[in-house]
Antibody, heavy 123, light 110 residues
Framework: EVQLVESGGGLAQPGRSLRLSCAAS????????MHWVRQVPGKGLEWVSG????????VYADSVKGRFTISRDNAKNSVYLQMNSLRVEDTAVYFC????????????????WGQGTLVTVSS | QSVLTQPPSASATPGQRVTISCFGG????????VNWYQQVPGTAPKLLIF???QRPSGVPDRFSGSRSGTSASLAISGLQSEDEADYYC???????????FGGGTKLTVL
């Protein structure tokens, strides 16, 4: 059974940092691209970042470019999102999502999602 | 403001058919396949339709998808109370070099 479990969310002050983790199991993690998608409570979905199977291709939404860094450790079956210079508007539930493809640009078919972790940015 | 435009709400009675539209442009829907997600509030999104019209295993054939030009549609026939949820379209945008989502449509089963 595929499982994605996010952790690392919480309360942070504007300008500070948080690191989210997503632990994967139930599939050959190293073969697939992974993404982060966020959702402001009560609002719609917003794609944040994606990383290819071998970390060779990484893309970011303009809203987080230069502040967030996605990475993965295939030996630990995990993907991470380092969030720096946090802003109030980064407050959201952050989901990690698996794709059935190895590259990021293969599309938006997110076949499995984690349950999400809430990040609150407030002073 | 989402790149893909969906109606904010839709409603129908049990047993009826409802259609949700998703409008985009040449750099997104016009060039790439569309996927649809169902999200019950408080839970993670679930892949409902991929590749414009294909259903993952376990998704009832009451759900169907289509794409024409720069728009796509999700149709739900034989509506059931359990279909009450938020629905999102998504595709890749060549200009933005990343995935884009529609703003979501809240479906109410009356």
């Amino acid at each position: 059974e595929v499982q994605l479990v996010e952790s690392g969310g919480g309360l942070a002050q504007p300008g500070r940092s948080l690191r989210l983790s997503c632990a994967a199991s139930g599939f050959t993690f190293q073969d697939y691209a992974m993404h982060w998608v966020r959702q402001v409570p009560g609002k719609g979905l917003e794609w944040v970042s994606g990383i290819s199977w071998n970390s060779g291709d990484i893309v970011y939404a303009d809203s987080v470019k230069g502040r967030f860094t996605i990475s993965r450790d295939n030996a630990k079956n995990s993907v991470y999102l380092q969030m720096n210079s946090l802003r109030v508007e980064d407050t959201a539930v952050y989901f990690c999502a698996k794709t059935p493809h190895s590259i990021v640009a293969a599309g938006t078919r997110f076949d499995y999602w984690g349950q999400g972790t809430l990040v609150t940015v407030s002073s | 403001q989402s790149v893909l435009t969906q109606p904010p709400s839709a409603s129908a009675t049990p047993g009826q058919r409802v259609t949700i539209s998703c409008f985009g442009g040449n750099s997104n829907i016009g060039s790439n396949t569309v996927n649809w997600y169902q999200q019950v509030p408080g839970t993670a999104p679930k892949l409902l339709i991929f590749g414009n019209f294909q259903r993952p295993s376990g998704v009832p054939d009451r759900f169907s998808g289509s794409r024409s030009g720069t728009s796509a549609s999700l149709a739900i026939s034989g509506l059931q109370s359990e279909d009450e949820a938020d629905y999102y379209c998504a595709t890749w945008d060549d200009s933005l070099n990343g995935p884009v989502f529609g703003g979501g449509t809240k479906l109410t089963v009356l």
